[in-house]
Each structure stands twice: as C-alpha cells, then as structure tokens.
C-alpha cells in the first residue's frame, strides 16, 4: 500500500511515528474513516466536517484544508487502486520529543491516511444480520469527539466475541447509548424508528445523519430518544448504522430474538435506499 504521511505519499513500510508521539503516548488524537464504494468516497464532507470540529474541540490545528484531504483521499484511491473499502484518517496532536501531559500550542500535528479494501456491499452480516451483547458504557464523557482513545470500544467488542456475539450495545444509567462503533436503533411495532438524540454521549454519526434523511423520503416515522434494553428486547427490528457497514440489523440482543430473528423490512429499506443514494450521488 501507499499511505500518505504528513505531506508525502510512501510505502506503508516507510511510514514511521516517533514513540514521542503524542498519539502513541496519550492517545491525543482524532480520526475519520470514510467508506468508499465503486472507487468513490461516500459521505465525506460529513465526515471531515465532523473532523473539523473534533480538532477544534480539543484545540488541534488541522495542517491542510478540507479540499487539501479530500485531494488526498483521492491520490490514495488512485495509487492503491482501490474500489471498495475505506480510507482511514488519523491527526495526532504531534510529537515534542519527550514524554509530557502538556503541550505548547504550537506543537507540529501528525497526519497520516491510508486505504483498506473491503467488501462492503456484498456483507454476511447485512443479509443475516448480527448479534449484540449489552454492556455497562464506561466511557469519558465526550463520545461526541471523534478521538483514537478506543479502549474500552475494543475491550467491549472483545467480551462480546467472547460471548459468541458479534458486537456490543453499550448502556449508561439504563439507557442505550450506542453500538460498539456504531449508531444503535429499533423499530417499534407500529414501525417507528427510535434512536437516542445528539448529545455528548454518542458520536454524531454520519450515517445516521443521512439515514434520519432517508427516512424521512421513504415517510417512515423517526423520533428522537433514548430507549432501554429491555424496549429493545421487545422491539420489532433493530439495527446499527456506521461508515463501512451502513446499515446491519441486529437479529438477537443478549440472547433474545428480535422480531422473528430475521433483518428487519425497515432495516433492509434503508440499507437499500441508502446504497442507491450514495451509488447516484458520491464523487
Ligand atoms: N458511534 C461510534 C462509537 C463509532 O465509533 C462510530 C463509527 O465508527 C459510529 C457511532 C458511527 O459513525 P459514522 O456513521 O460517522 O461512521
């Protein structure tokens, strides 16, 4: 693979972080990963205008603009031929030369993309949908800032693999926050879509940006709130929506059956409504 690194286009084998990185010490850093479908990028201003805001909350200057990344994200696909997959962006806060809990405000970032060929469309997971564990949400309270500090996101899926489950839906005083790296929804009987509103406590995912929009084209109610476990175990669907899965129903939650153990129609609707879109529309 080619990977871009802080102005430059080298082997993955040349592309070298100090162990002073601030990145590698304190997990000070933020990241994107934008789906690319048919040699395309989907979603990607969201996604870097999301980027945007995650550097100026926590006062990190971004090196190029965001019609500098997207050229970059470009040359990526070109010179790795890629056609599906995804492209992963990192911004570290930089590196100066020792091991310190503060910084000057003028510390050089560190920024590297680099590309992963996936089967996106062609999915087991979407045509058979998954299994989700639920487990107490031990993260910080900024989940909205999209940071690399994905410990207890990696600990999580890790118990759920464990578990024979496919991922986790992570609960904070009773309630549903989200999935492990993902948006999480259910489908009431009446065929409503619930999700848990914007706030600190979830990442403002880009998909579920746009699939709120799809929804609301294919006139399927939506309403904005928190749910809890046991309103998921009873709903008619669930499903959870992320950059490179889209949107993969959720079959059994805990060891309980949703709905009849199938994907959902509703989930199915919007994955295939969402695909079309982005398929007509991307750049
Ligand atoms: N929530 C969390 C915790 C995530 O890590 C992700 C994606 O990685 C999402 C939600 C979905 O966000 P997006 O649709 O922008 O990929």
Same mark, same amino acid.
């Given at each position: 693979?080619?990977?871009?690194?802080?102005?430059?286009?080298?082997?993955?084998?040349?592309?070298?972080?100090?162990?002073?990185?601030?990145?590698?010490?304190?997990?000070?850093?933020?990241?994107?990963?934008?789906?690319?479908?048919?040699?395309?990028?989907?979603?990607?201003?969201?996604?870097?205008?999301?980027?945007?805001?995650?550097?100026?909350?926590?006062?990190?200057?971004?090196?190029?603009?965001?019609?500098?990344?997207?050229?970059?994200?470009?040359?990526?696909?070109?010179?790795?031929?890629?056609?599906?997959?995804?492209?992963?962006?990192?911004?570290?806060?930089?590196?100066?030369?020792?091991?310190?809990?503060?910084?000057?405000?003028?510390?050089?970032?560190?920024?590297? !993309?680099?590309?992963?060929? #996936? /089967?996106? $469309?062609?999915?087991? @997971?979407?045509?058979?949908? =998954?299994?989700?564990?639920?487990?107490?949400?031990?993260?910080?309270?900024?989940?909205?800032?999209?940071?690399?500090?994905?410990?207890?996101?990696?600990?999580?899926?890790?118990?759920?693999?464990?578990?024979?489950?496919?991922?986790?839906?992570?609960?904070?005083?009773?309630?549903?926050?989200?999935?492990?790296?993902?948006?999480?929804?259910?489908?009431?009987?009446?065929?409503?879509?619930?999700?848990?509103?914007?706030?600190?406590?979830? !990442?403002?995912?880009?998909? #579920? /940006?746009? $699939?709120?929009?799809? @929804?609301?084209?294919?006139? =399927?109610?939506?309403?904005?709130?928190?749910?809890?476990?046991?309103?998921?175990?009873?709903?008619?669907?669930?499903?959870?929506?992320?950059?490179?899965?889209?949107?993969?129903?959720?079959?059994?939650?805990?060891?309980?059956?949703?709905?009849?153990?199938?994907?959902?129609?509703?989930?199915?609707?919007?994955?295939?409504?969402?695909?079309?879109?982005?398929?007509?529309?991307?750049?």
């Amino acid at each position: 693979r080619i990977v871009y690194m802080n102005g430059s286009y080298v082997a993955e084998s040349d592309a070298t972080v100090s162990i002073f990185d601030r990145g590698f010490l304190f997990a000070d850093a933020v990241y994107e990963v934008t789906a690319v479908l048919a040699g395309k990028l989907v979603d990607n201003k969201g996604h870097l205008a999301r980027l945007e805001r995650s550097c100026k909350e926590l006062g990190m200057k971004l090196p190029v603009s965001a019609d500098e990344l997207t050229q970059i994200q470009r040359t990526l696909i070109e010179k790795n031929q890629l056609t599906e997959g995804g492209i992963y962006l990192q911004l570290t806060r930089g590196n100066e030369g020792d091991r310190d809990f503060s910084y000057s405000d003028d510390i050089k970032p560190t920024l590297v !993309l680099f590309t992963q060929q #996936r /089967a996106l $469309l062609d999915s087991q @997971a979407a045509k058979e949908g =998954i299994k989700v564990i639920s487990m107490e949400d031990i993260r910080w309270r900024r989940r909205d800032i999209k940071t690399t500090s994905l410990l207890p996101a990696c600990l999580a899926k890790h118990l759920a693999h464990q578990a024979g489950a496919d991922d986790a839906w992570l609960i904070e005083n009773g309630l549903v926050t989200e999935g492990g790296s993902s948006n999480a929804y259910i489908v009431t009987h009446d065929n409503k879509i619930i999700t848990r509103p914007l706030s600190n406590d979830i !990442l403002h995912g880009i998909t #579920r /940006a746009s $699939l709120l929009k799809v @929804a609301e084209d294919c006139q =399927i109610e939506l309403e904005q709130r928190a749910f809890t476990i046991e309103e998921a175990y009873e709903a008619k669907e669930a499903f959870v929506s992320s950059a490179t899965t889209f949107v993969w129903p959720v079959v059994a939650i805990d060891g309980k059956t949703i709905g009849d153990g199938q994907p959902g129609e509703i989930a199915k609707k919007l994955r295939s409504t969402y695909i079309e879109m982005v398929l007509a529309f991307t750049q």
